[in-house]
């Protein structure tokens, strides 16, 4: 079997777990791994065997043998090495959301068509199998048109504390749900209206509440609460509603589909997203990774998103958070 050589750019909290997933696809080797932190490169290369370790990503998208690259940089750093590694011919897969600016948005989707790679961005709610189901139910036809939906993902305050000085819960989270009420429903916003609470001190609020009125006509509420009580036994509390004029979908993950209660209390884990089964991750993050490299393997242009569409995912939400900030409805 033919193995795709990938590497991953930062090695944060999720690019480790891109490196736990990439070691349960069978047709992918970890080629490399890249970090300006060297010690944080020296413990994620000896834990996942990397071949090749790298402080500097240029260097690393000079390698001839390196096919594939995940970006897992913060979002706020997202456009320079996209861009970059898709003019060095590779194929890039980089994490939601896109960028922090529509204008990097916009290079990084130019620089995504002129380029020879595949590219694809992350939206790992796109292969959580429920919403998976939901799209083909819809795309038959079976609820009839969307009038309605309405989207919550809510982590208690202790995960919340730990990204809310780099990012906040609306483009943080409530892009997920953007992007699957925009794939459901084929449409997109014209307008929004946002609000926020904050109470820590955080750089960002402590919660986001979204309102959305699709081209279709169709009306669309998110919200994102990162302040749950600690005690809360699930990391997330996520669940999606459509009503159509003919039907309705209801889906309800990940609480409360695995519940385990010990000496210490009761906790909720994920069985969704990036689950360890038999020793190995699995779940969507793994699927998504495993669906890129079966791109990169085959020739076969990735179809599940396109670039154009995170890009719309990101606008939305970034009128959302023009919304909060100023008190207005923020036309698009």
Request: aromatic fraction near 8%; include cysteine.
């Amino acid at each position: 079997m033919k193995k795709v050589k990938h590497a991953v750019l930062g090695l944060g909290w999720f690019g480790e777990k891109h490196c736990e997933a990439l070691a349960a696809i069978p047709n992918v080797e970890l080629h490399a791994v890249c970090t300006r932190n060297s010690g944080r490169l020296a413990e994620v290369a000896q834990k996942f065997g990397a071949k090749k370790t790298f402080t500097d990503y240029h260097v690393m998208l000079a390698d001839p043998d390196l096919e594939s690259v995940s970006i897992t940089t913060m979002w706020d750093q997202h456009a320079a090495p996209a861009i970059a590694a898709l003019q060095a011919g590779k194929h890039v897969f980089l994490e939601k959301p896109m960028a922090s600016t529509l204008a990097d948005c916009d290079a990084i989707v130019n620089a995504a068509n002129a380029a020879r790679g595949f590219f694809m961005v992350g939206h790992i709610c796109r292969f959580n199998p429920r919403y998976a189901a939901a799209k083909q139910e819809i795309a038959a036809g079976k609820i009839g048109k969307i009038i309605s939906m309405y989207a919550r993902r809510n982590l208690p305050a202790w995960v919340g504390a730990t990204v809310l000085d780099k990012i906040g819960p609306i483009i943080g989270d409530c892009v997920h749900d953007t992007d699957l009420m925009f794939w459901f429903s084929g449409s997109r916003a014209v307008s929004a209206y946002a609000q926020t609470v904050k109470f820590r001190a955080h750089a960002n609020p402590d919660l986001g509440q979204v309102m959305y009125r699709l081209e279709s006509g169709a009306s669309c509420i998110l919200e994102s609460v990162w302040c749950l009580p600690d005690t809360t036994p699930f990391q997330i509390d996520e669940r999606l509603e459509v009503v159509g004029t003919e039907g309705s979908i209801s889906i309800h993950d990940t609480h409360p589909n695995l519940m385990i209660v010990d000496k210490s209390g009761a906790r909720c884990p994920d069985t969704t997203y990036w689950p360890m089964i038999h020793g190995q991750l699995r779940g969507a993050l793994r699927d998504e990774l495993a669906y890129f490299a079966n791109c990169v393997a085959t020739g076969g242009k990735p179809t599940v998103i396109t670039a154009e569409e995170s890009r719309e995912a990101v606008r939305a939400c970034l009128a959302a958070e023009q919304s909060a900030a100023s008190g207005l409805v923020v036309k698009m």
